[in-house]
T-cell receptor
Framework: GQQLNQSPQSMFIQEGEDVSMNCTSS?????WLWYKQDPGEGPVLLIA?????ELTSNGRLTAQFGITRKDSFLNISASIPSDVGIYFC???????????FGTGTRLKVLA | EAGVAQSPRYKIIEKRQSVAFWCNPI?????LYWYQQILGQGPKLLIQ????????DSQLPKDRFSAERLKGVDSTLKIQPAKLEDSAVYLC?????????????FGPGTRLTVL
């Protein structure tokens, strides 16, 4: 099935650094979601975006809905060890309730 | 508030055997989803229920997979017979409704290994 492309696939950063990741699609989406998944757990919603150009923050996390409606970005500022996990984007297109998930970005934070 | 419950957490079977997974959604949530997450990939929707009716099962391999949500609460997902490529984590999620602002809450998943 169709999946969104996320980059980078994985990243290792030092504690305190900022992180950026993005998600791209060949299709236009009306809604973008960003999830975090810890090992052995289900994904947990971090941020939801509903309008092109929208910029939304949740603590140290900031996400943006790209103006082309084909991409989205997630930034984490001042990373801490508990930011370790896999970050997934998910998009919802027109005329469907179904979300398509990205391939994930695996983040590791070195103390 | 209790989260989405799933059982078992782990299951190992041989190919051609049958297996069933159980999900108890958050109380009051009308919409229930089953996802398949293959190692290294994002979750893929298998089936979506609204109360006890199927909304979308377009990606459910119906020759071997079946799901039901009797009485619009608990749900079971069955695989019969299992294939090697069915090895994955099966995630259940629920939401209040199908609106775009209705957050999906995921359970911890059942990790299936088919030998």
């Amino acid at each position: 099935g169709q999946q969104l492309n996320q980059s980078p696939q994985s990243m290792f950063i030092q504690e305190g650094e900022d992180v950026s990741m993005n998600c791209t699609s060949s299709s236009i989406f009306n809604t973008w979601l960003w999830y975090k998944q810890d090992p052995g757990e289900g994904p947990v919603l971090l941020i939801a975006l509903y309008k092109a150009g929208e910029l939304t923050s949740n603590g140290r996390l900031t996400a943006q809905f790209g103006i082309t409606r084909k991409d989205s970005f997630l930034n984490i500022s001042a990373s801490i060890p508990s930011d370790v996990g896999i970050y997934f984007c998910a998009g919802q297109g027109s005329g469907t309730y179904k979300y398509i998930f990205g391939t994930g970005t695996r983040l590791k934070v070195l103390a | 508030e209790a989260g989405v419950a799933q059982s078992p957490r782990y299951k190992i079977i041989e190919k051609r055997q049958s297996v069933a997974f159980w999900c108890n959604p958050i109380s009051g949530h009308a919409t229930l989803y089953w996802y398949q997450q293959i190692l290294g990939q994002g979750p893929k929707l298998l089936i979506q229920f609204q109360n006890n009716g199927v909304v979308d099962d377009s990606q459910l391999p119906k020759d071997r997979f079946s799901a039901e949500r009797l009485k619009g609460v608990d749900s079971t997902l069955k695989i019969q017979p299992a294939k090697l490529e069915d090895s994955a984590v099966y995630l259940c999620a629920s939401s209040l409704g199908r609106g775009i602002t209705d957050t999906q809450y995921f359970g911890p998943g059942t990790r299936l290994t088919v030998l």
